[in-house]
C-alpha cells in the first residue's frame, strides 16, 4: 500500500501520510504527495485539500538516510512547489513535531493548524546542514527575520501557541479532531484570495542590515566553531535581499557543500548514534519495565539536589534524604534558588516552579524511603559508606525496587554485595550540573538485573537524559578515558608547558574548557588529601598552598571577585622550577604536539574499553563524550574523530610519544582495526 493515501470530506480532499515512526520524508512520500496535488488540481470538485500524517507525528523532515544516495524520485522541492502553486487553499495540519523538511512543506501549504501539544522547527543546524528546501526563504517570509534567526540557527523547535503568536501557525484546534477541524478550517477559506504565497515574493523589505551581525555577536560563543549556523544567517539574509526564486538557488549553493561536508557527517553520526545507545544488544524487547511513580534520592548536596531536580521537573514525587537538618535545608533551598532562576529567565512559570516543590518531601528519616520504586544515593564517594548506606536501603526499601549508585568511580559489584539484592542494584552516574547536564552512564553491574537496567534506560528517556550504558571498572567510560588526558596533561606540566597553553589547545580544537579550568571548577583537592599530598605533583603541592580552585579564588589559574580568569605567576613559576629540575627544555612542543598528546591515550583508552566490553559499541563512547564532556559534536566524538583522523596515524603517534607514558599499553583493537585499514564509523 501506498504510503500517502487520499480520502475525500465533500469538496475537501484528505491527503495522508502514514510512514512510520516519524513520516520521513522518504521518496515515496514525495512521490504520494507530488501525486495527490495532481489529483486537487485535475478535479474540479475538489475545492481545497488538507496535509496530515498518520501516527505520532507531522513530517519531521527529510529522510536523513537518503542524505548521499541517489533515490531517482522527485526531489522535496519541486514537491513544495506544486503544493504552493495549487490553486486551491492547501492547509496543513500539523500534530506531533513539524521538522525540517516537514516545517518547509508546511510552509509551501497556504494555510497551517496545529494542535497545542504540536512542536515546529527547523532542526538541520543540528545535523550540520540549514534548511534546503526553501525554509530559510519561506520562513522569515511569514515570520518576520527576528524570529527566523533564532530558529534556523539554533534548531529548537518551538510550541504551537508560540508558533500562532508569531504567525507561522494560522489556528490551534482540538487535540482530538485535527482532521475535521483542519477540514473545517479549509472550507472556510474556499473562495477567499489565497495569501500571497512566498514563490510569488520579492525580497523582505525594510529589514535592518545590522540585525545580522548584532545575532552573530550576541550567539558568537555559542555557535562558535560550527559551520551551519552562520550559513543559515547568510541565508536567511539573502532572503532580504534577492527575490524568493533567485533566494531559493542560493540556500541550494549553501546547503550542498554543507551536506558533503565533515560536520555534517558527524552530526549525523551523532544522530543516529544517539539513538542506538538506547538499544541494549543482549536485552530482549519484551523485557519487563518496573513501575516508577516515586523516587528517593539520598544526599541534598550538589549532586543529591541536581538529580532531584530532573525527577521533579519531570512531575515524579521525591523524598530527599539528608542525615542534618542543616545541609538538608541547604539543599532544599538550592533546589528554590534554581527553578526561580530559570523562572526569572521565562522558561518556567511561578505555577511550574511551585508544582515541583511541591512533589518534594525533605526528610531526616532513611524509613521513608520504603515506598520508592527507584533510590539513588549521592553520598560522599568512599566504599565504607556507600555500603553503610546500600546496606540499610536493603533493610528499608520495598521488593523490587531498584537501589541505584551514583558513584562515578566505585566498584558497584561491591556496592550490591552490602544487599542481599545485588540484581536490584545499578549505577545511575548523573554529570555534574545534574539539573543541566544531559549525559547520564547507566552502569550494569555483573549482578544486575535484565529488568532494572530496561526500566534505567526508559526512566533516563522520561528525564530527558541521554543514556550510555557502561560496565564496571575504575571510572567505566567516561572517567576512565578523562584520567588518560589528565595524566598527560600533568606531564605537560613537568615539561614546562603552563596550563594556559594546554587549556588553550583544547579549547581551539572546541572543548568548552581544557584540563586545568576543569580542575579549578571541579575543586583541585578531590581526591587529595594533606596525609598522602605528593610533593612531586603540581596538583598536590598546589592544594597544599590552599590553591583548591575557583572555590578558594585560586588554583592552577587566579580568579577575581567576578570569577574572571588570569594565569596565575606562583604556578607558572612552579611548574618552570618543575620542569627545570626534571631537565625538560620549556616549550619546545607545538600546538599539534600537545593535541596529540593529550587525545590520543584517550582514543586508546576508549579502545581498550571496547576490548573489554566496558563499553557496548564504539558509537556510544562519541555520544558520552559529546554529551558529558563537551567534546565538540561537530568532529563527531572521540571515535568518530580519530577515525578521521586515521587510525593508523594515532597508533603511530601513540609511538611516537611512548617515552612519555611509560606503563602505556597499546590496544589490541586498536593496532588491529589500524593494521586492516578500517575506521570506528
Ligand atoms: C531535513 O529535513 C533537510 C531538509 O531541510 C532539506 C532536504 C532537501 N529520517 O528520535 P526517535 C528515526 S533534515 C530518518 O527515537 P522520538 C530514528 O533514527 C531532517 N529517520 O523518536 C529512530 O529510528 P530507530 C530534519 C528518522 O519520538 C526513529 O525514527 N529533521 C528521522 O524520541 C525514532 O526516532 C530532524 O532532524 C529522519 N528525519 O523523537 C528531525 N527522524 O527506531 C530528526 C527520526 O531505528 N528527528 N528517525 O532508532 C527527531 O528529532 C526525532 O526523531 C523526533 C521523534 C523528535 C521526530
Known amino acids: 500500500m501506498s504510503v500517502i493515501t487520499t480520502h475525500r470530506d465533500g469538496e475537501v480532499l484528505v491527503v495522508v501520510s502514514d510512514n512510520p515512526p516519524v513520516n520521513a520524508l522518504s521518496a515515496g512520500v514525495r512521490e504520494g504527495l507530488y501525486a495527490a496535488i495532481q489529483e486537487a488540481n485535475g478535479d474540479d470538485t475538489i475545492k481545497a485539500v488538507v496535509v496530515r500524517c498518520d501516527g505520532r507525528t507531522f513530517f519531521a523532515g527529510a529522510d536523513i538516510t537518503e542524505f548521499g544516495k541517489p533515490t531517482g524520485a522527485i526531489g522535496l522541492n519541486p514537491v513544495i ?54 525554509g530559510t526563504q519561506r520562513l522569515p517570509r511569514v515570520v518576520g527575520v527576528e524570529a527566523a534567526l533564532p530558529m534556523t540557527t539554533s534548531g529548537d523547535p518551538i510550541l504551537a501557541r508560540q508558533a500562532e503568536a508569531i504567525g507561522l501557525v494560522d489556528k490551534l484546534v482540538s487535540e482530538d479532531s485535527l482532521e475535521a477541524d483542519a477540514v473545517a478550517f479549509a472550507r472556510s477559506v474556499i473562495g477567499k484570495p489565497q495569501p500571497v504565497s512566498s514563490s510569488r515574493t520579492d525580497k523582505i523589505a525594510g529589514t535592518d542590515p545590522g540585525v545580522f551581525d548584532a545575532f552573530r555577536k550576541a550567539n558568537a560563543r555559542k555557535l562558535k566553531g560550527f559551520d551551519a549556523p552562520e550559513a543559515a544567517i547568510k ?49 530482549p524487547k519484551d523485557t519487563p519495565i518496573l513501575p516508577v511513580t516515586k523516587v528517593g534520592i539520598i544526599g541534598a548536596g550538589t549532586m543529591g539536589g541536581g538529580i532531584a531536580m530532573n525527577f521533579l521537573s519531570a512531575g515524579f514525587p521525591v523524598t530527599m534524604v539528608e542525615r542534618e537538618q542543616a545541609p538538608l535545608d541547604r539543599g532544599v533551598a538550592t533546589i528554590r534558588k534554581n527553578y526561580e532562576n530559570t523562572a526569572a529567565k521565562g522558561r518556567l512559570t511561578a505555577e511550574q516552579v511551585e508544582k515541583a516543590m511541591g512533589l518534594l518531601t525533605p526528610s531526616l528519616n532513611f524509613e521513608d524511603l520504603a515506598d520508592c520504586d527507584l533510590v539513588i544515593e549521592a553520598v560522599f564517594e568512599r566504599m565504607d559508606i556507600k555500603k553503610d548506606v546500600f546496606g540499610k536501603l536493603d533493610g528499608i526499601c520495598k521488593p523490587g525496587a531498584i537501589l541505584a549508585t551514583n558513584t562515578s568511580y566505585l566498584d558497584i559489584n561491591e556496592i550490591a554485595t552490602a544487599t542481599k539484592r545485588p540484581e536490584a542494584v545499578i549505577g545511575l552516574h548523573f554529570f555534574s550540573p545534574a539539573n543541566v547536564m544531559r549525559m547520564l552512564e547507566v552502569v550494569r553491574a555483573a549482578k544486575t538485573g535484565p529488568s532494572v537496567l530496561a526500566t534505567s534506560m526508559k526512566i533516563a528517556k522520561t528525564i530527558g537524559k541521554v543514556a550510555v550504558v557502561a560496565g564496571v571498572c575504575h571510572g567505566f567510560i567516561g572517567n576512565r578515558m578523562l584520567a588518560a588526558r589528565q595524566q598527560q596533561g600533568e606531564a605537560l606540566l613537568m615539561e614546562g608547558i603552563l596550563p594556559a597553553r594546554v587549556d ?48 578558594t579564588g585560586k588554583g592552577f589559574y587566579d580568579y577575581a571577585a567576578d570569577r574572571t580568569r588570569t594565569p596565575s605567576e606562583e604556578v607558572d613559576a612552579l611548574i618552570l622550577e618543575y620542569a627545570e629540575k626534571s631537565g625538560h627544555k620549556r616549550d619546545d ?93
Open 81 to 134: 512547489d506544486a503544493i504552493e502553486d495549487c490553486p486551491k487553499p492547501v492547509v496543513a495540519a500539523i500534530h506531533g513535531t513539524a521538522l525540517g523538511g516537514g516545517l518547509e512543506v508546511a510552509l509551501g501549504c497556504h494555510y497551517r493548524v496545529a494542535v497545542p501539544s504540536a512542536k515546529l522547527g527547523l532542526p538541520e543546524v543540528k545535523l550540520g546542514l540549514i534548511p534546503g528546501a526553501g
Open 235 to 283: 541565508a536567511v539574509e539573502i532572503a532580504t535581499r534577492y527575490p524568493f526564486a533567485e533566494g531559493l538557488q542560493m540556500e541550494h549553493d549553501l546547503f550542498q557543500p554543507l551536506l558533503a561536508g565533515r560536520q555534517s557527517a558527524a552530526l549525523r553520526h551523532l544522530f543516529f548514534a544517539e539513538r542506538a545507545a538506547n538499544k541494549i544488544d543482549d536485552l
Open 504 to 551: 588553550k589547545v583544547l579549547t581551539d580544537f572546541g572543548f568548552p574548557m581544557g584540563p586545568f579550568q576543569m580542575s579549578d571548577l571541579a575543586g583541585l583537592d578531590i581526591g587529595w588529601t594533606k596525609e598522602t599530598s605528593d610533593p612531586t605533583r603540581v596538583r598536590d603541592v598546589l592544594c597544599e598552598r590552599g590553591r583548591l580552585g575557583q572555590k
Open 589 to 681: 612542543l607545538s600546538d599539534e604536539e600537545i593535541l596529540e598528546r593529550l587525545l590520543y591515550p584517550m582514543i586508546n583508552e576508549a579502545c581498550l574499553i571496547l576490548e573489554e566490553g566496558i563499553a557496548q559499541r564504539a558509537s556510544d563512547i562519541d555520544v558520552m563524550y559529546v554529551h558529558g564532556y563537551g567534546w565538540p559534536s561537530y568532529t563527531g566524538g572521540p571515535m568518530f574523530w580519530a577515525s578521521t583522523v586515521g587510525l593508523d596515524t594515532i597508533v603511530a603517534g601513540l609511538e611516537k610519544y611512548a617515552d612519555k607514558w611509560p606503563d602505556l599499553k597499546i590496544s589490541a583493537l586498536l593496532k588491529d582495526k589500524a593494521a586492516k585499514g578500517e575506521a570506528f564509523a
